[in-house]
């Protein structure tokens, strides 16, 4: 199942809030084989072990003055696997002009995951867990004209 509630607010003639909130039961999963029931119970008793409920929240806003447009956004995502504390987040910015017959924008976007992991397990030496965190930057520009 997942469940998502919206919010939403008009600020006057100079922009928007919104919130987003998004539950996830990824535990609940199942699958069904035919003519394989202990195949079957087998992998949804691994499901409901390894996966986890999250809860997804995403925020965004924009404000026009003028003929300017300026928007952020931020998302929160944890994983989905129990016990895990990798953070999945996303950040956005940008900013436009509008005019008669033309406009132009220019987005910024921030991705980045923050995890502990684990990258091979040995009997003879201590465990050697990684602190990773990782970040993808992506920029855009939109020009457009209205005919």
Do not use: C
Not at 44 to 57: E, G, K, M, S, T
Request: proline share 3%.
């Amino acid at each position: 199942w997942r469940f998502i509630g919206n919010a939403g607010v008009i600020l006057d003639k100079t922009g928007f809030v919104t919130l987003e909130a998004e539950y996830v039961n990824y535990g609940s999963a199942r699958f069904r084989f035919r003519n394989f029931p202990d195949d079957e119970q087998t992998a949804n008793n691994n499901i409901a072990v390894r996966l986890a409920p999250v809860l997804n929240i995403r925020i965004g806003g924009e404000v026009a003055y003028e003929t300017f447009r300026f928007r952020a956004g931020l998302g929160v995502h944890p994983s989905s696997m129990a016990l895990d504390e990798t953070l999945n987040y996303s950040f956005s910015a940008g900013v436009g002009v509008r005019g008669q017959r033309a406009f132009a924008d220019i987005g910024y976007r921030r991705t980045g995951l923050r995890e502990t992991y684990v990258p091979y397990f040995t009997s003879q030496a201590p465990q050697q867990a990684v602190d990773a965190n990782t970040a993808r930057d992506l920029a855009t520009l939109t020009v457009g004209f209205r005919f």
